[in-house]
């Protein structure tokens, strides 16, 4: 028995033109709806910087989720083998509209496909996946397996479209994000942002030179350092302020891994240079962003950190921005919302303790 779920209107001469899937083209079909389910991830954030969040957000959910969904289906995931079809024709739909919301030509191929996919699933018979009898104990562990991370897989997509927002945003206030800061004509026009930010209860001057002796080689970076040191970054957090690396110049490298990593294949300067320079208010490192402090009273400073990039769509970035939107982004605001809170918390103790006379302001 087959679950209904969307009844896919056929013309009169369907019966005539109508052919069946094969087990093989089945799970081609599959394993293309996937694909184009992951492709999606470049039109969704690129749509997103339009300001119309909720409707690009639903949209975006529904075409990225479904073609994931329908192919897994149309693979044979239980659960929903038996309405991929119907699934196609709402994710291609719901596609469809998404492209209409913020068209661009390297967009164009994925609407043909859309296109296609609806004329497919409205004359192809799927094929008939049977219910494989009884197997070995191994193979059904491995089968339970495969199940559980299809629908983590699945969920946890959702989840990533669900909470961009608030992950790229995390900390900021509309008026904060609309702040010009240091850095920002680098990029005049930025279709890609990520602003992160954090209120530290001590005045800027106290804050800065935690900010300037950032690096691998110096004060680290205040974040998961167990996390930074498992891939061989050898990152160690400082507790104090170092006099010698507080005087940071233009072009100055700030490293993320030693020089040797990975036996220096590749390279020996891997990190990112300082492009701007606002002594006591602003590093601006190129591939990351403005780390910018704003003065909000005499004993509050608000320090906010902004990621900007040209976001200009490209086949390159429609195969990259699967990695960008479930693994990078994510793993951004981890690490970077850690090291916020680290410099919060040491800039607040070592004011803490200068006002107990046992310590000198920075130190």
Same mark, same amino acid.
Request: hydrophobic share 50%.
């Given at each position: 028995?087959?679950?209904?779920?969307?009844?896919?209107?056929?013309?009169?001469?369907?019966? *005539?033109?109508?052919?069946?899937?094969?087990?093989?083209?089945?799970?081609?079909?599959?394993?293309?709806? /996937?694909?184009?389910?992951?492709?999606?991830?470049?039109?969704?954030?690129?749509?997103?910087?339009?300001? #119309?969040?909720?409707?690009?957000?639903?949209?975006?959910?529904?075409?990225?989720?479904?073609?994931?969904?329908?192919? +897994?289906?149309?693979?044979?995931?239980?659960?929903?083998?038996?309405?991929?079809?119907?699934?196609?024709?709402?994710?291609?739909?719901?596609?469809?509209?998404?492209?209409?919301?913020?068209?661009? #030509?390297?967009?164009?191929?994925?609407?043909?496909?859309?296109?296609?996919?609806?004329?497919?699933?409205?004359?192809?018979?799927? $094929?008939?996946?049977?219910?494989?009898?009884?197997?070995?104990?191994?193979?059904?562990?491995?089968?339970?397996?495969?199940?559980?991370?299809?629908?983590?897989?699945?969920?946890?997509?959702?989840?990533?479209?669900? *909470?961009?927002?608030?992950?790229?945003?995390?900390?900021?206030?509309?008026?904060?994000?609309?702040?010009?800061?240091?850095?920002?004509?680098?990029?005049?026009?930025?279709?890609?942002?990520?602003?992160?930010?954090?209120?530290?209860?001590?005045?800027?001057? /106290?804050?800065?030179?935690?900010?300037?002796?950032?690096?691998?080689?110096?004060?680290?970076?205040?974040?998961?350092?167990?996390?930074?040191?498992?891939?061989?970054?050898? /990152?160690?957090?400082?507790?104090?302020?170092?006099?010698?690396?507080?005087?940071?110049?233009?072009?100055?490298?700030?490293?993320?891994?030693?020089?040797?990593?990975?036996?220096?294949?590749?390279?020996?300067?891997?990190?990112?240079?300082? +492009?701007?320079? /606002?002594?006591?208010?602003?590093?601006?490192?190129?591939?990351?962003?403005?780390?910018?402090?704003?003065?909000?009273?005499?004993?509050?400073?608000?320090?906010?950190?902004? *990621?900007?990039?040209?976001?200009?769509?490209?086949?390159?970035?429609?195969?990259?921005?699967? $990695?960008?939107?479930?693994?990078?982004?994510?793993?951004?605001?981890?690490?970077?919302?850690?090291?916020?809170?680290?410099?919060?918390?040491?800039?607040?103790?070592?004011?803490?303790?200068?006002?107990?006379?046992?310590?000198?302001?920075?130190?």
């Amino acid at each position: 028995m087959t679950a209904p779920f969307i009844v896919l209107p056929r013309p009169l001469w369907a019966g *005539t033109v109508a052919f069946s899937l094969s087990a093989t083209q089945q799970k081609i079909l599959g394993f293309v709806f /996937v694909l184009h389910g992951f492709a999606h991830a470049a039109i969704g954030i690129w749509a997103a910087e339009s300001g #119309r969040w909720w409707l690009i957000a639903s949209l975006w959910e529904l075409a990225m989720v479904g073609f994931i969904a329908a192919g +897994l289906g149309a693979l044979g995931l239980a659960g929903l083998r038996d309405i991929w079809r119907g699934l196609t024709a709402l994710a291609a739909s719901s596609s469809i509209l998404l492209f209409l919301t913020s068209p661009q #030509r390297v967009f164009l191929v994925g609407l043909g496909l859309d296109i296609s996919m609806l004329v497919l699933v409205a004359y192809a018979r799927p $094929f008939q996946i049977a219910q494989s009898p009884a197997a070995g104990q191994k193979h059904a562990i491995r089968r339970l397996f495969g199940v559980i991370l299809s629908w983590l897989l699945l969920v946890y997509v959702a989840l990533v479209i669900a *909470t961009r927002l608030w992950s790229v945003q995390w900390g900021t206030t509309e008026a904060e994000r609309a702040l010009p800061l240091p850095g920002d004509r680098l990029v005049p026009v930025a279709h890609y942002r990520i602003d992160h930010g954090i209120t530290i209860n001590t005045p800027a001057e /106290v804050v800065w030179p935690w900010v300037v002796q950032i690096g691998q080689d110096r004060g680290g970076f205040y974040s998961y350092s167990a996390l930074e040191n498992a891939v061989g970054a050898h /990152v160690t957090n400082a507790d104090h302020i170092v006099p010698e690396w507080q005087m940071p110049r233009v072009g100055d490298i700030v490293r993320s891994v030693p020089s040797d990593w990975m036996g220096g294949r590749f390279g020996d300067d891997l990190g990112w240079r300082i +492009l701007e320079l /606002v002594p006591g208010r602003a590093l601006v490192l190129e591939g990351w962003g403005a780390f910018a402090l704003i003065p909000a009273s005499d004993s509050t400073t608000r320090m906010l950190v902004r *990621t900007r990039g040209a976001g200009i769509p490209s086949l390159t970035s429609i195969v990259a921005s699967p $990695f960008g939107l479930l693994v990078f982004e994510p793993a951004h605001l981890i690490m970077e919302r850690r090291m916020l809170l680290g410099i919060k918390e040491r800039a607040e103790r070592s004011l803490e303790r200068s006002v107990d006379g046992t310590f000198f302001v920075g130190q």
